[in-house]
T-cell receptor, first 114, second 111 residues
Framework: DAGVIQSPRHEVTEMGQEVTLRCKPISGHNSLFWYRQTMMRGLELLIYFNNNVPIDDSGMPEDRFSAKMPNASFSTLKIQPSEPRDSAVYFC????????????FGEGSWLTVV | KQEVTQIPAALSVPEGENLVLNCSFTDSAIYNLQWFRQDPGKGLTSLLLIQSSQREQTSGRLNASLDKSSGRSTLYIAASQPGDSATYLCAPYTSGSRLTFGEGTQLTVNP
């Protein structure tokens, strides 16, 4: 398997624009996680899905953030409208019994909002 | 809410030294604990996963121990190499918080 695949790897956008981050989890994994990493706050869990259903979105900072998982092989994290304080690295991760519940991370999407 | 503390925040050692990274967590009701490595500009790579019923796990030069009751884990790196330079993160896994990450220990191994 190619691992967790995220796109785009890097994005620079202007304040107010919509940002969509994409993730393809490892095949066979039934849990998917979106994390945000900043220097100030470290790694924070935004939301996680189990079997495509959102289980806990308490980490989603504001209504400007939304996440979907329409099927087992795809998820999106959307920010609308984006603000400079959203600049961070956004990681997608997945795990499942097939990997012994070891969580695997994607390479991250590096977002800069100017 | 799970809180994770890693000590030291940064560590610089000469090549060949054995070293210990420390992790403490407040909620001992964990399913497992993972140690990760993060290289600059990269994602996280899982190094070791210790189940709550286990005391330690070993992979090559790495050994992780877990004392669940006291809320502590250590990562031991033997015979450190410059390629070990990275940030090491500890993450206990609980049913409520899922994975909670510490701030990490930034390790530099000097040739």
């Amino acid at each position: 398997d190619a691992g967790v695949i995220q796109s785009p790897r890097h994005e620079v956008t202007e304040m107010g624009q919509e940002v969509t981050l994409r993730c393809k989890p490892i095949s066979g994994h039934n849990s998917l996680f979106w994390y945000r990493q900043t220097m100030m706050r470290g790694l924070e869990l935004l939301i996680y899905f189990n079997n495509n259903v959102p289980i806990d979105d308490s980490g989603m900072p504001e209504d400007r953030f939304s996440a979907k998982m329409p099927n087992a092989s795809f998820s999106t994290l959307k920010i609308q409208p984006s603000e400079p304080r959203d600049s961070a690295v956004y990681f997608c991760a997945s795990d499942g019994e097939v990997s012994g519940n070891t969580i695997y991370f994607g390479e991250g999407s590096w977002l800069t909002v100017v | 809410k799970q809180e994770v503390t890693q000590i030291p925040a940064a560590l610089s050692v000469p090549e060949g030294e054995n070293l210990v990274l420390n992790c403490s967590f407040t909620d001992s009701a964990i399913y497992n604990l993972q140690w990760f490595r993060q290289d600059p500009g990269k994602g996280l790579t899982s190094l070791l996963l210790i189940q709550s019923s286990q005391r330690e796990q070993t992979s090559g030069r790495l050994n992780a121990s877990l004392d669940k009751s006291s809320g502590r884990s250590t990562l031991y790196i033997a015979a450190s190499q410059p390629g070990d330079s990275a940030t090491y993160l500890c993450a206990p896994y609980t049913s409520g918080s899922r994975l909670t990450f510490g701030e990490g220990t930034q390790l530099t191994v000097n040739p």
